[in-house]
């Protein structure tokens, strides 16, 4: 991609409302634009790190056998009453109504809308497990709609859903989707701890958070030494001066629901000894907007951010100081990168500052003070060094 042509250019001041990081650096950078408090354009930048987190997201949910389906946003009043959620909810749910009256929700999440689809399809145990997932909007009517796109009113959320005929299968692939998601945390690169949450009204288990470390947190959770799991404020007990405690930001989270659900909504099941059984159910949502932007607050300096390998927008920035890179720039297409060629006819001084402000982990520097060799530099770190171009590249494969 010339950079001349990229959409849109980076601004030099952040916007005046800004009040956290991601919210400065990913519109400075030109990632993300605010529409309005909570609600969000992803430019294209912006949405090619989201499709990269989703796609790690993906890879690991069909490991455990997910399948991706996509399901509608906008749900009538009558399925929401089922499980008396249109009154239980409606500090959270954006409600309307159409010109006959009739009413409707936007999508805040999905139990009621996969539980109507299972009992239409679900007729034996022959028919479970279950698992279906899909990446898609929610609506949120979020109060605190101040801390950029971690929280948004309008979001991007994978939420997989499963069921099953035995609270011991629930809760044998609530296990396995417990290790997809900290192998999904894992390959994102965040330091993250898993905590015990309350199940709330809709189970008596514990549910289960994906905390990744992060003073701008909203959340606070607590482990003592050796403790692989941690447990949130809510599900404290004893004495908290014996326990280590941390700001944290919830990127993830998992329910195992039991029958709540079906019962509510008459979804059930004959069993191999013949008689009706609820469906047993579980839910599991990650935000893959909240992601990117738990990145860049986990993941600045002073001059922008800085991406890893995994999620970054492209592979290498190619900073052009000639304005004659054309051939490297096609040799590196052709290698297979996904390259950031910055042909704009503007100071070097700019180019530097851009780079560094959008936060490509590589950028290589063609000037006619390094001959024909490139300067490869990270931005992680703070050294540069002068290589041919074929060793740019075999460090770039590694
Ligand atoms: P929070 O406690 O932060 O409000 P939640 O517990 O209500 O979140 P869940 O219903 O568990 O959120 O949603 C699953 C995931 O969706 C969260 O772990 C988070 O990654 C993401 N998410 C939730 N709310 C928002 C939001 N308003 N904006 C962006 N992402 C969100
Ligand atoms: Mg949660």
Excluded: C
């Excluded at 042509?5 to 634009?33: C, Y």
């Excluded at 004893?238 to 909504?265: C, D, H, Q, W």
């Excluded at 074929?390 to 590694?398: F, H, T």
């Amino acid at each position: 991609m010339k950079q001349s042509q990229l959409f849109p250019k980076t601004k030099k001041e952040a916007p005046k409302d800004a009040e956290s990081i991601n919210h400065k650096l990913l519109v400075r950078a030109g990632f993300m634009d605010q529409l309005m408090a909570g609600s969000w354009t992803l430019l294209p930048m912006g949405f090619k790190v989201v499709q990269k987190i989703n796609q790690i997201i993906r890879e690991e949910i069909n490991a455990v056998g997910g399948q991706e389906m996509l399901m509608p946003l906008l749900h009538p009043k009558t399925i929401w009453n089922e499980t008396g959620r249109w009154d239980k909810a409606n500090e959270i749910m954006y409600k309307l109504k159409d010109s006959r009256e009739k009413e409707y929700a936007l999508s805040f999440t999905h139990e009621e809308i996969v539980m109507d689809l299972l009992r239409k399809t679900i007729s034996s145990y022959k028919d479970l497990p279950v698992s279906i997932y899909h990446f898609s909007t929610k609506f949120r009517n979020e109060l605190r709609a101040k801390s950029g796109i971690l929280r948004g009113r309008e979001f991007m959320m994978k939420d997989l859903y499963s069921a099953h005929a035995s609270e011991e299968d629930l809760m044998e692939y609530y296990e396995k989707v417990k290790s997809a998601y900290s192998k999904i945390f894992t390959r994102l690169g965040f330091n993250f701890k898993i905590a015990k949450a309350s199940g709330g009204v809709f189970t008596d288990k514990f549910t289960h958070e994906f905390q990744v470390l992060s003073d701008v947190g909203e959340d606070t959770i607590y482990w003592k030494e050796g403790d692989t799991e941690a447990t949130n404020e809510e599900v404290m007990e004893g004495n908290k001066e014996e326990y280590i405690s941390a700001k944290s930001i919830e990127v993830g989270n998992i329910f195992p629901l039991g029958t709540f659900y079906s019962e509510r909504m008459r979804a059930y099941f004959t069993d191999r000894d013949g008689g009706k059984k609820p469906i047993w159910f579980g839910s599991y949502g990650i935000g893959p907007t909240r992601v990117m932007g738990t990145w860049v607050e986990v993941s600045h300096d002073d001059k922008g951010i800085i991406w890893s390998k995994q999620i970054s927008p492209f592979d290498i920035h190619l900073v052009d100081l000639n304005g004659n890179g054309k051939e490297i720039y096609g040799k590196l297409i052709e290698t297979g990168f996904d390259v950031l060629w910055d042909d704009r006819e503007v100071s070097a001084g700019e180019k530097f500052g851009d780079s560094d402000l959008i936060g490509i982990p590589v950028r290589l520097v063609l000037s006619e003070r390094n001959g024909d060799k490139v300067e490869y530099k990270e931005r992680s770190k703070d050294e540069s060094e002068l290589l041919s171009l074929d060793e740019a590249i075999e460090r770039l494969k590694k």
